[in-house]
């Protein structure tokens, strides 16, 4: 059998591995920042009416241009947006290999701060797009003063900022963002994966005014909905004809399109349960403190917490126990997802045990 060392590959991409957390079967899965609620059962069932009602015409092309669900989107997020300014994919990291795509490539540059998520330079890397990083300032934040410095010394092609970021879960500013702009003439893209988690304003009311500026988001987290993959941004509409440029055609199921016009129908019943995935967030905050750990401040559904002697035994004990968490690399520190109330109650008194 011939080895991947056998072929000619492309020479930047030898040694490289793919991307992509642990899939372990367990009882508690708190490691990719999943909904662990589901889906109710009434949404289930409208969303297999419209996907039945798509296998009627599986024989025929869906819609390119996903006009019905960019218009249902535009009408989800609201802020005057039209459908025209609304583009969607197979999750979010498509969105953003597309935005790479039409504004990246071997003459450009992207930059970002890390930590944040690692699959930013796995993209530039697929695009042959240079990605510099640069390192956030203490506690992981990021002050306008400290971005507006950093983007003019480099007068990168792209930026692009999370928030709230992954895997610190720190918020991002209006001010920050703005700054950001204002510094450079290149393309800059918020990734809100998490938005619908934070207590402060999206970005999407920027978007006035600022051709340059893309919002994308994930249908993943907060609509419980990681496995139908479905992500989408918002921007000027010359943004969006430039994603149509780079496209696949038809790269958007009809079946995947009826799923997330199901979820947008049934958005109420979806995100009941963000209130109660930030109690446990703010939950794991405060109880983790006493175990003697620092958990970093978060507006997602995630907390980093840091104070462990040896976070990679931690790991490997609680994954004995049946909870998975994420190592991100960062030492001393691993990533937890709020779960349920009861996956909760688990976690912190296996946690508890672990470190008596």
């Known amino acids: 059998m011939t080895n991947l060392e056998d072929l000619p590959l492309r020479p930047d ?7 992509g957390a642990p899939q372990i079967d367990v009882p508690i899965r708190l490691n990719v920042n999943e909904n662990n609620h589901g ?42 947006l039209v459908a025209e ?29 890390d930590p944040t998520y690692s699959m930013y330079p796995n993209i530039a890397r697929n695009t042959l797009t240079e990605y510099v990083s640069v390192n956030r300032e203490v506690e992981f934040v990021l002050t306008p003063d400290f971005v507006r410095s950093e983007i003019s ?7 692009i900022l999370c928030g709230p970021n992954n895997p610190t879960g720190t918020a991002l500013s209006l001010e920050t963002i703005e700054a950001a702009y204002e510094s450079f003439e290149g393309m800059l893209l918020i990734d809100e994966a998490y938005q619908e ?28 909905f990681a496995g139908a993959r479905v992500g989408y941004m918002a921007a000027d509409q010359a943004v969006v004809d430039a994603m149509r440029i780079v496209r696949l ?12 016009m199901a979820a947008l129908e049934t958005s109420h019943e979806l995100l009941k349960n963000v209130e109660q995935i930030k109690h446990q967030r703010d939950r794991i905050i405060r109880q983790v403190q006493t175990l003697g750990l620092k ?52 976690l912190l008194g296996e946690l508890a045990l672990l470190l008596d």
Not at 13 to 19: E, K, N, S
Not at 85 to 93: D, F, K, M, R, V
Not at 249 to 260: E, F, I, K, R, V
């Open 13 to 19: 991409l030898a040694g490289q591995l793919p991307y």
């Open 39 to 80: 889906i109710p059962e009434a949404v289930a069932l409208r969303i297999v009416e419209r996907i039945a009602e798509a296998a009627l015409t599986l024989n025929r092309y869906p819609d390119r241009e996903c006009m019905k669900l960019r218009e249902m989107l535009a009408n989800f997020l609201g802020e005057g």
């Open 85 to 113: 300014q609304i583009w969607a994919a197979n999750g979010s990291n498509e969105v953003l290999q597309q935005f790479f795509q039409a504004f990246g490539g071997p003459q450009a540059q992207a930059l970002s701060f």
């Open 153 to 159: 010394k480099h007068q990168p092609d792209i930026v």
């Open 197 to 224: 988690f934070a207590e402060g304003p999206s970005a999407l009311r920027l978007l006035q005014g600022r051709p340059r500026l893309v919002v994308s988001r994930t249908m993943s987290k907060a609509f419980a």
């Open 249 to 260: 055609p038809y790269h958007l199921s009809a079946l995947t399109q009826a799923a997330a």
């Open 295 to 346: 958990p970093y401040a978060s507006e997602a559904n995630f907390v980093l917490i840091a104070g462990f002697k040896d976070s990679k035994l931690v790991f490997e004990q609680l994954l004995e126990k049946g909870i998975i968490v994420r190592d991100v690399g960062i030492s001393g520190c691993l990533r937890i997802t709020a779960g349920t109330e009861a996956e909760t109650d688990k």
